[in-house]
């Protein structure tokens, strides 16, 4: 198969997804002003190839600027004065009045939809309609949040007496968030961390990932328009020049990153003060499914496939590793492979597609590395063309039979390459979720209730979601997002981000009546946003 006519000619390129040439960004934005830099940049290529002459050359998509750590701190200082040591305005505000600005940031980022999900499209390669679902699903995670913190905080609204004491319990910021997200969700996930540790009262330093950068820039002004200045402050660069310095000053209170334990390791250690840090992670996952001699196949099959290559499985929740049962293995590997070669591959603007090229450049060449380590222990990619590569497209690979010999065994790959293993006794499996350093799903396949019983008891305490039936997922958002090991730290969902990016403070009393008198003297002159009886509906 000649993978070079998936790339398209210049002409071809779709006119309502076409650019109007390269975006030299120049902007970024710190304590509420929007500035220019002057200095080095980055340039930023599409996963997209253009043929020309015979000749692939990548979209060149524009440029972002390569801050040094001088901006970093200036960010950085930007939000710790709007914190104030929790005396500024926006750690005082009250919660209506937070809300308020979240949803008018709402808005305005709605109305850059279309800017956002075609430069999204472009940057990741992720599918047109993906990358649709993708802002469309952050804008409900922020309705979601909205609405969760409503409910947290009518809790909160009154006091409560407890043995003689007056109490009134709220939750609180914790000062100043660095957010980083990851590339493969650079809107939606980082949006996870930002917008719940925002509405409740912190400050921001947020970087983007190194690729999903420019789709931000369109809502720079929403950001400076919505909130007090310092509040939220953008940063661009390279990690060691502006990550780093940050997390050395002990200035950092919440570190708020998605992507590998290695880097969160290393950033955590930067941090002189390491008990006054806390940490928000969700990190790498080895998430594997079990494929019981009893599945329905084709359901198996279906979910698998779904499971380990949407977005070309560079999805921390992908199935990056398939145990099959030695009675249904042959059956299960021709009909995943009859499967996989029904899926389209293409440009990502293109209906239906399934498999578009990689924005990481290394990728495809540490895949093969993956496979040809694994091929000269004894597996074979057994689907037609599997990891050909033609620039940035690589085509899926399945391998099999796969064992612990091999680096795909261990790895996370976070691409379009699947080991199979075929097992006898599913304790070969448990053992393997047991042994792993990650701990973030499964996914279970099977008819047979004991049996389904059996694994779920013993693995509810090794993962933190077993998924019966189905691929492993994040959603629904109100689901704990969470793992175990070197999977995360922190539970992220709608309402544990909440918890998460604050902390729970009480104002206590004796209950005696002067007290009495003066709690209900600021509850009724609304001295205190903190002791508030306000009930938002």
């Known amino acids: 198969m000649n993978f070079e006519n998936l790339f398209p000619k210049e002409e071809n390129i779709p006119a309502s997804v076409k650019l109007n040439g390269p975006l030299h960004q120049k902007e970024y934005l710190i304590n509420g002003e929007i500035k220019h830099a002057e200095g080095a940049t980055q340039k930023v290529f599409s996963p997209v190839c253009i043929e020309k002459d015979g000749t692939l050359t990548q979209v060149e998509l524009g440029s972002f600027p390569l801050l040094t750590e001088k901006e970093a701190f200036e960010a950085m200082d ?11 305005e926006w750690p005082m505000m009250q919660v209506d009045q937070r809300i308020k600005a979240v949803e008018k940031f709402t808005w305005k980022m709605k109305e850059k939809k279309w800017e956002v999900v075609n430069m999204l499209m472009w940057e990741t390669g992720k599918p047109l309609k993906d990358s649709e679902k993708e802002f ?27 043995q003689g004491i007056i ?37 921001i330093v947020f970087k983007p990932a190194k690729i999903g950068v420019l789709l931000h820039r369109p809502l720079l002004e929403a950001f400076r328009e919505c909130f007090p200045k310092g509040v939220v402050n953008i940063v661009y660069g390279r990690g060691r020049a502006t990550v780093g310095p940050l997390m050395s000053t002990g200035k950092i209170d919440v570190l708020a990153f998605i992507g590998t334990s290695k880097s969160a390791n290393v950033l955590k250690s930067q941090h002189p003060k390491p008990n006054r840090l806390r940490s928000v992670l969700a990190l790498e996952a080895k998430n594997p499914g079990i494929v019981l001699p009893h599945a329905d196949l084709d359901n198996a099959v279906k979910e698998c496939l779904l499971g380990s290559l949407s ?22 590997i ?15 603007w293109e209906d239906g597609v399934s498999i578009t090229p990689l924005p990481e450049p290394e990728k495809p060449g540490y895949l093969t590395d993956l496979i040809k380590d694994a091929e000269s222990k004894g597996a074979k990619v057994v689907n037609p063309n599997g990891g050909a590569i033609c620039n940035t497209y690589f085509n899926p690979a399945i391998l099999f039979p796969v064992d612990s010999s091999m680096k795909i065994f261990h790895e996370e790959q976070f691409g379009p390459a699947v080991p199979v293993v075929a097992f006898d006794d599913v304790q070969e499996p448990i053992d393997y979720i047991v042994n792993s350093n990650y701990g973030q799903q499964v996914s279970l396949f099977g008819s047979d209730s004991q049996e389904l019983a059996y694994l779920v008891d013993r693995l509810v305490n090794q993962v933190c979601r077993v998924n019966i039936n189905s691929q492993c997922q994040r959603g629904p958002d109100v689901f704990p997002f969470n793992g175990r090991k070197d999977s995360a730290e922190g539970t992220l969902s709608v ?19 002067p007290n009495k008198v003066i709690i209900k003297e600021i509850v009724k002159e609304n001295h205190s946003s903190f002791m508030s009886t306000d009930f938002i509906f």
């Open 78 to 88: 930007a939000a710790a004065n709007a914190y104030k040591n929790g005396t500024g």
């Open 136 to 162: 469309d699903r952050t804008v409900e995670y922020i309705n979601d949040t909205i609405n969760a913190l409503k409910i947290l905080d009518r809790k909160s609204s009154r006091f409560e007496i407890e």
């Open 167 to 203: 109490g009134k319990v709220r939750r609180g910021p914790l000062g100043v968030v660095l957010c980083m997200g990851p590339y493969n969700y650079p809107l939606n996930e980082t949006f996870t961390t930002l917008i719940p540790a925002l509405i409740m009262g912190n400050t």
């Open 311 to 332: 977005f070309n499985g560079q999805r921390c929740t992908a199935l990056k590793i398939i145990f099959v049962h030695n009675k249904i293995k042959d059956q299960f």
């Open 334 to 348: 021709q009909k995943f492979v009859t499967e996989l070669d029904k899926l389209k591959r293409g440009m990502p």
């Open 495 to 513: 309402e544990d981000a909440l918890r998460a990016f604050s902390i729970r403070t009480i104002v206590a009393a004796k209950e005696i009546e």
